[in-house]
């Protein structure tokens, strides 16, 4: 990325722009669309099929039914109305801290949002974050998958005995803002087991980590195992490059009972000829530049680098990840894992004097998340580990001479030693 006096920044955290910023053929597909024709979608056009066709080439079998809409928020409103029309309940289970979008529906099942506003509503309810890190069952424990999946199967009984009826359990497949989580492997079967048993269904919010980000596959859900597959999943930000455009993939059953109410789902520009355009153009690129490959062997090549610094600076409690979906847990005591708060912004903002863009999400605000875009490269790996790896290293220095840790706004350029390679976003 660029400021406006051309300054050149490498972007660690922007996967909204999913296969680099400005990406030539998704630009040039938009633009050609948009010379020929673009409209609301009750006009049939050969694009939006098309895109379904290759969406649905993704995912498995069962999820075949796509609503398209213009944004990750509308995709998550939708998935909460297939729930409750299907299921006939209305409660709604989700994971502490999460975030599934802005709208009024979505503030109230985002326990990340609704502490710090109304607060949470009677049909909502709110089990742990499965974190082997920090939260109740750790790395230690024989079977987080299990003790975490008991979790939720206790909140839907205590729901069920206040005679609460559970529509969906919602989940982001890997919670992002909840501090880059990677729930144990299993964790999903279990739950779905206890919600579908509730009569509720399964919806994986894949809108920050879907599409080939994890690089072990194209949708995070399916690090969770061949035999889990969700009711419904929900798509956003990655999917359109930043052009609107998202989508709800669901299965007939639950289509068919939405249908039944007689009133049609309608979104005037979602599915419309150019964005749907843009959609097969990103899937285009993912493929023929071998991005989701591409993702597993640099988020490795990351992952080692940070793995090999966590030795190194006792600040940092955690490295977790898959891909190019990264996480580093600074601390400020290894016994108590409490959470580095001022030591991560600080480190945040001593990294963006050196042209280097990250931030810091979780509870604790002190989880540095790796979300980039997905042509981040290994030059870029080494690159950003380096300036992580000096920008600690005096800060430890700092700490142990009492220094105060703060950033000025820096007002020098920096020499040509500090800039850092040329960055392929393109």
Known sequence: MYDEQGAEYIDCINNVAHVGHCHPLVVQAAHEQNQVLNTNSRYLHDNIVDYAQRLSETLPEKLC???????????????????????????????DHAYHGHLSSLIDISPYKFRDLD???????????????????????????????DEVKHVVSSAQQKGRKIAAFFAESLPSVGGQIIPPAGFFSKVAEHIHRAGGIFVADEIQVGFGRVGKHFWAFQLQG?????????????????????CVATTQAVARAFEA???????????????????????????????????????????????????????????RGVGLFIGVDLIKDEATRTPATEEADYVVSRLKEKYILLSTDGPGRNILKFKPPMCFSLDNARHVAAKLDAILTDMEEKVRSCETLSCQPCSVKCPPEETHPTQRFY
């Open 261 to 319: 109410t007689s009133v049609e789902y309608f979104n005037t520009f979602g599915g419309s000829p150019v964005s749907c355009a843009v959609g097969l153009a990103v899937l285009e690129v993912l493929e023929k530049e071998q991005l989701q490959a591409h993702a597993a062997c640099v988020g490795s090549f990351l992952m080692e680098l940070l793995r090999q610094q966590k030795v190194k600076h006792p600040i940092i409690g955690d490295v």
């Open 119 to 149: 607060g949470q509503k009677e049909w909502v309810h709110v089990a742990p974050l499965p974190d082997t890190y920090r939260g109740p069952y750790r790395e230690d424990h024989p079977s987080p998958a299990v003790a975490y999946a």
């Open 226 to 246: 061949e035999d889990f597959v969700p009711d419904i999943v929900t798509m956003g930000k990655s999917i359109g490059n930043g052009h609107p455009i998202a």
């Open 65 to 95: 039914v796509f609503y398209f809409l213009n944004s990750g928020s509308e995709a998550n409103d939708l998935a909460l109305r297939l729930a409750r029309q299907y299921t006939g309940h209305q409660d709604v289970v989700v994971l």
